[in-house]
């Protein structure tokens, strides 16, 4: 290792999982920040190892980062048992003694935090951790609320709850550097926003978004599916200008159906803007438009530097567009009546082809699409991704959202200005065109009626109860059986 490097660890929240590679190079690439990993690096553990340059290079990740907990600055790490980590962190404190010295200064107050993961360990239990390392040469006192120094000890008992080892996988003990921005998240919580609807995007995953798409202070975001307007919010709180288009009339003016459950009525102000204006992010609201996305009403010079947005698949929401007629019937109402355009099903594949042709000639060179885009699990295998030339896909992260249905979450680049391949679109639509269809089906399949659902989970209870050693009573109950001379209750 160069002598400019310096180990660090990643301790990320252990949900989301599938998207911590994606949301990390995303902020590498914001930040220009490098960062090494080991050749036996595990992405699905709660820890990684990396290298990086500097501790301000360490914040600047943290600063964004939705999937991590906290970076510290690594001083001993053992996957061989606790006596060789023991030995590891001493060897460390011995060989960097003059640069470490600073933190042991009397006038330092410090914290040791305790972390386990995959297995519980009692408050006295971490406070005897803690004693096991008397021979730290710290000399400040202890501020548990404050401390000017903040030592992170983790063990690491594997993945499996069950099957827990006798002793744990890794020890890891380091400085404290920063705390991710996992904050924001309850910060623009859906139970205190002014404005939802049935489809909000998870704030989390809204933020997620916004980092893959790079999206940065003062640019230009666009979501053509805006809905109840979730991603504008994650876009604007990163300081970037948001515009939005929907073909709902009622939630773009917020006048839908209320979605709280005690909510009879929506109150007057309840709108996408109010939601900005909440979060202190008024100024930067564009607009929201109602727009068929099927027929473009932008101008061919717009550009925008992303585009975050989650298309309906027709689950939740109707996937719709406007019908278009080719002559006047003769029953029609007069040119001056108010006219309510008609709909039509808007096809997934051709949604998609709309995205993705849109984005390469709207899109910067190097912007971002950002998109969801629904499979059934058991076409995880098959190539069903959306492609254009123009476009390179850089991420691809599954959320699941039951046994047999996910969603996917791609992030493309635009990599070619070329005029001529803006219509260079690819996708096999033999698998997502009937989505909707395929979903119901696959759900009567796996599901039954409701009679065969309750059949299936009354097995499978008495299945668990008979493995716990438990059996069934004539009044139909299962219990444990009783020991001899022990008395009924």
Known sequence: MSGSWKKYVLWFAQEHVDFRQAEIASLLRIWNIQMNTPANHNPERPFWVVELQSDEAARQLASRSMSLRCIFELWAHSSQGLSNFHAELRQHIEAHQKQLACYFDADKSFKITVETFNKHFSQKDKVAKIETMQYLPVTGPVNLRQPDVHYWYIEFWGMDPMSVPDQPYDVL?????????????????????????????????????????????GDLVLDPFAGSGSLLVAAAKFGAYVIGADIDYMIVHGKSKPTRVNQKVRADDESIYANLQQYGCGGLFVDVLIADFSRSIWSEKIVFDSIITDPPYGIREATERIEFKTARRATAMTEDA?????????????????????????????????????????????????????????????????????????????????????????????????FRERYYTQLAQDNGTRKERRQALRENGQKEAQKRGKQQHPDGKWRYPKEEGTPDA
């Open 338 to 434: 108010v006219h309510y355009p008609s709909t039509s099903p808007y096809q997934l594949c051709q949604m998609y082809k709309d995205l993705l042709q849109f984005s390469a000639r709207h899109l910067k060179l190097g912007g971002r699409l950002v998109c969801w885009f629904p499979m059934l699990r058991k076409d995880l295998d098959s190539d069903v991704l959306p492609r254009h030339k123009c476009l390179q896909l850089v991420a691809n992260s599954e959320q699941p959202l039951s046994g047999y249905s996910s969603r996917r979450l791609l992030t493309y680049e635009k990599i070619s200005d070329s005029q001529s391949d803006f219509d260079a679109f690819e996708m096999p639509d033999t698998v997502v065109e009937n």
């Open 173 to 217: 003990f380091g400085r404290w550097v920063a705390d991710g921005k996992r904050d924001m998240i309850n910060e623009i919580s859906l139970k205190s926003r002014k404005f939802i609807g049935n489809t909000s995007m998870d704030p989390q995953l809204s933020l997620l978004m916004a980092n893959q798409g790079l999206v940065r202070s």
